[in-house]
């Protein structure tokens, strides 16, 4: 990754903090965007912030850990106050493709269960239509060939996520298949096609689900975008 792309995701990074409290409970995101909240939730933590939060996955909660900011298992959590996660792509409605860690089905269900859900990114993941980054697919391994064809069905070139010479497996033990769709115009009825599937256990859209997303560009400016009414 070049170092401008760094940092307008540090930067990003920086401005969605500032929105924290005291006394909140947090969602913290997956990636390389996400990285950069973590170590300034972790630095807020070190200065005296109280905060509890929950870990979009493994990775990040060893981070989290490592950072000394306290953790709570999710099945103490109703609501959370923040979650602050990168994204893929974001269109002009603050949809999102996301996905490309890997980690979409437990950052879907954090999203869900928060009140304020902030997403961080590097301008160049602003786009008027999703579709150019493959949609992730996070499907069960039993059966995978049939669901991978039953996506193919909906107009799409889906391809086997790799680790090396095997199949990448999710913290939650499933398969992604990457959905190459092209433009996409209706992101909302692709998902539902795409949710049908049986065998699918989550996808990468993430619709109407951001409330703000923060763009950090390379000069060191950041841009607040807001949900459409
Ligand atoms: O959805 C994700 C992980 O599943 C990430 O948030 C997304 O892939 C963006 O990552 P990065 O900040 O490294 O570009």
């Given at each position: 990754m070049d170092n401008q792309a760094v940092n307008s995701k540090k930067i990003a990074a920086g401005k969605a903090i500032e929105y924290i409290r005291n006394g909140m409970t947090l969602g913290l995101g997956t990636g390389s965007t996400a990285y950069w909240a973590i170590q300034g939730i972790g630095e807020m933590v070190k200065h005296g912030l109280s905060v509890k939060a929950v870990a979009t996955s493994i990775q990040s909660e060893s981070l989290a850990r490592e950072l000394n900011i306290p953790l709570i298992p999710f099945?103490?959590?109703?609501?959370?106050?923040i979650t602050i996660d990168g994204a893929d792509e974001v269109d002009e409605k603050l949809n999102l493709i996301k996905g490309g860690g890997g980690a979409l089905l437990r950052e879907k269900i954090v999203a869900a269960a928060t009140r304020f859900y902030i997403i961080i990114v590097?301008?160049?993941?602003?786009?008027?239509?999703?579709?150019k980054f493959p949609l992730p697919v996070e499907v069960a391994p039993f059966g995978w060939e049939l669901t991978m064809r039953r996506l193919s069905e909906l107009n799409c070139t889906p391809r086997m996520r790799m680790a090396g010479d095997k199949p990448f497996l999710t913290d939650n033990q499933h398969y992604i298949l990457d959905c190459a769709f092209g433009e996409i115009l209706d992101p909302a009825g692709l998902h539902r096609k795409v949710s049908d599937i049986?065998?699918?256990?989550?996808?990468?859209f993430f619709i109407n689900m951001a409330d703000i997303v923060v763009a950090g560009s390379p000069g060191g400016e950041t841009r607040i975008l807001n949900k459409p009414a």
């Open positions: 099945s103490e959590v109703d609501r959370l106050d590097d301008e160049s993941k602003l786009v008027r239509h999703l579709g049986t065998g699918v256990m989550e996808d990468g």
